[in-house]
């Protein structure tokens, strides 16, 4: 290979936790049984009231089936394609996939993540990708290490204070991807 060729990315792994891929079934399972009835039904009163062409419930509606159905067979797709993370590594002292760590940064400012999935990224609860620049810095490495992580806005020193497998108190909960509701 010429030095001036760049390397192939690596494949992304399409790693979730049981949590996300729950997340994801109950999306999917969401929009089939709930909002999609839901919707089907309004397109039918609305082509009842008969012109389509100037009824802007039965567009509105019509185009979001069409979104629905689209969500419906990506969650399809990924739930095939996803490998569930649902054992703890051989050594949990170190970080790995799923873990929750935390660091502190030069200025002894304390930052938690957690690693997770591409479909659970939830940066206000601090659920980072584990093909995240941090995240994949920190793989492998032990609590007490010193680690150096090249970001975006330039490399930066952190200590891994802690790794857990389990959730840790300032962990909130929730759902780490898109929120539905229920309508009756």
Known sequence: MAETEKKPLPKRAHLITPQGEQALKDEYDFLWRKERPRVTQEVSDAAKQGDRSENAEYIYGKKRLRQIDGRLRFLKKRLEIVTVVDRLPADVNKVYFGAWIELEDEDEVLHRYRIVGEDEIDLKRGYISVDAPLARGLMGKSVDDDVTVTLP????????????????????????????????
């Open 153 to 184: 806005k330039g490399k930066q020193d952190f200590l891994i204070v802690a790794v857990q497998y389990q959730p840790p108190q300032w962990d909130t909960g929730g759902s780490s991807t898109a929120v539905f509701e229920e309508r009756d």
